[in-house]
């Protein structure tokens, strides 16, 4: 009997050994995952922190020149560098509702910068009005990259960690870090709201996102919310959601709706409208590994998601790709008419094919029934518009906005000269030019200038 107690302990013994060993080895995975997790989120927000400072010094740059090839050069970089800093900010675990107002000032610095570097390459410059507010803007990126500096300073000083924001978000994150980490975005998202209303043809321009819902519908309850937002995720994993937040007095009123999947460690975030439940935007923080898509079946990806939810007849104008994902702008086809005012965003993830980021705002706010009368100039008269130096293709109609909020119906035409393509515009109406953009295509994508 004795001998049998002493086999049976020695067993229990290599058991316990070998969980321990087991243990610790988990221990030590997991924390190399922490570590690495930890120094992406810190390379992040470092390069975050470079862009601002970088938007600055460009902005700085541009109130000395005065020169509007340099101006283009300029305005150009600014616009990649705030979509830069923004796809940053929005990888990083911070809660959205405390870095919304950053993200909106960086979404729309960087398209006023792509609007006023279209205005200096149809010879037009920069306006006092439209300097007074770069140098406005120039201020606030100046404080904004100094506030980050300084959080990210005292957030080295007490220890805190970035990746700790996931582990805590789920606690009480007010009494853990209230003083370091909420108050530090707070107090730059008061201050953030006060930058000057922005002007511009864009798809981020304040006097577009002032425009009313055309749409009317029934209103959703929160039940119907959290199903939405469910039902446009993906259907193989589960996830917890809840309402985060809610507004009433915007144009747009919406849920906030945040989900958690029950097995991972990154958060979707979605607005959703409380009339009819459309999806106004989402963002996913899931983090983007080795491209295994191209971006044609990344296109169709998001053409079929679109169609999912509603959203039928959109044609594909134009991507970036940048850290392995995608965004497309889709506009609104009827009749052989593109309408760029009605715009739809898709993110992209080039490693599994999932939607990563969507944006209808634009799509919400100004597709509606419309007439126009027939084009007052023929096909054939707007083709003589193109100089006779350049290569035209057969023009195309479509709805363009003015610069006042208006549509103009008018005739694309592909114009290539040389190496150059070129993207004319001619008014239906006038047979006047109504605007030109060159397309520049890189290897992260097709812009246009």
């Known amino acids: 009997m004795k001998k049998r107690f002493i086999t049976m302990m020695a067993i229990f013994t290599v058991f316990l050994v070998s969980v321990g060993a087991w243990g610790y080895a988990q221990y030590k995975e997991n924390k190399s995952y922490s570590i690495t997790l930890e120094n992406q989120f810190q390379r992040m927000f470092q390069d975050m922190i470079v862009d601002i400072e970088n938007i600055q010094v460009n902005l700085s740059k541009i109130m000395v020149t005065g020169a509007p090839k340099?101006?283009?050069?300029?305005?150009?970089?600014?616009?990649?560098?705030?979509?830069?800093a923004q796809e940053k900010l929005t990888q990083l675990p911070l809660d959205h509702k405390n870095v919304s107002k950053t993200q909106k000032f960086l979404s729309q610095v960087g398209d006023l910068s792509i609007s006023l570097a279209r205005?200096?390459?149809?010879?037009?410059?920069?306006?006092?009005?439209?300097?007074?507010?770069?140098?406005?803007?120039?201020?606030?990126?100046?404080?904004?990259?100094?506030?980050?500096?300084?959080?990210?300073?005292?957030?080295?000083?007490?220890?805190?960690?970035?990746?700790?924001?996931r582990k805590k978000a789920n606690q009480d994150l007010k009494k853990v870090n209230s003083n370091l980490i909420n108050t530090s975005l707070v107090n730059i998202e008061e201050r953030m709201q006060k930058y000057p209303e922005l002007i511009y043809d864009g798809p981020f321009s304040e006097h577009i996102k002032n425009k009313k819902l055309h749409k009317k519908g029934r209103t959703i309850g929160k039940d119907e919310v959290i199903k939405i937002a469910k039902d446009f995720c993906k259907e193989s994993i589960k996830y917890d959601a809840k309402i985060i937040s809610e507004s009433n007095d915007t144009k747009i009123p919406v849920y906030v709706v945040e989900l958690k999947p029950q097995k991972g460690q990154y958060t979707i975030t979605m607005a959703i409208t409380k009339i009819e439940g459309n999806i106004l935007w989402m963002i996913d923080t899931r983090e983007v590994k080795a491209i295994k898509i191209?971006?044609?079946?990344?296109?169709?990806?998001?053409?079929d998601c679109l169609n999912k939810i509603g959203y039928i007849n959109m044609s594909p104008t134009y991507f970036e790709k940048y850290d392995g994902q995608l965004t497309i702008n889709f506009a609104y086809e009827k009749d052989d008419i593109i309408f760029y005012t009605?715009?739809?965003?898709?993110?992209?993830?080039?490693?599994?094919?999932?939607?990563?980021?969507l944006e209808t705002e634009g799509y919400l706010l100004n597709n509606h029934e419309r007439t126009f009368s027939k084009p007052k100039i023929s096909i054939n008269e707007a083709m003589e518009k193109i100089s006779s130096y350049a290569q035209a293709s057969t023009p195309r109609l479509v709805i363009i906005p003015t610069e006042?909020?208006?549509?103009?119906?008018?005739?694309?035409?592909?114009?290539?000269?040389?190496?150059?393509?070129?993207?004319?515009?001619?008014?239906?109406?006038?047979?006047?030019?109504?605007?030109?953009?060159?397309?520049?295509?890189?290897k992260d994508g097709v812009l246009m200038m």
């Open 119 to 165: 205005k200096n390459l149809e010879g037009k410059p920069l306006s006092i009005d439209e300097k007074e507010t770069l140098e406005e803007l120039h201020n606030y990126s100046n404080y904004l990259s100094q506030e980050f500096i300084s959080l990210q300073d005292n957030m080295f000083k007490n220890g805190m960690r970035i990746g700790e924001l």
């Open 294 to 303: 191209s971006e044609k079946q990344a296109i169709k990806i998001a053409q």
């Open 404 to 442: 006042g909020g208006k549509e103009v119906l008018c005739y694309e035409i592909k114009a290539k000269y040389k190496q150059d393509t070129f993207l004319v515009y001619i008014n239906a109406d006038t047979g006047e030019e109504q605007k030109i953009l060159q397309v520049i295509v890189k």
């Open 342 to 357: 009605d715009l739809i965003k898709v993110k992209v993830g080039l490693d599994q094919g999932e939607i990563l980021g």
């Open 70 to 84: 340099q101006n283009v050069l300029l305005l150009s970089e600014t616009s990649y560098l705030c979509y830069d």
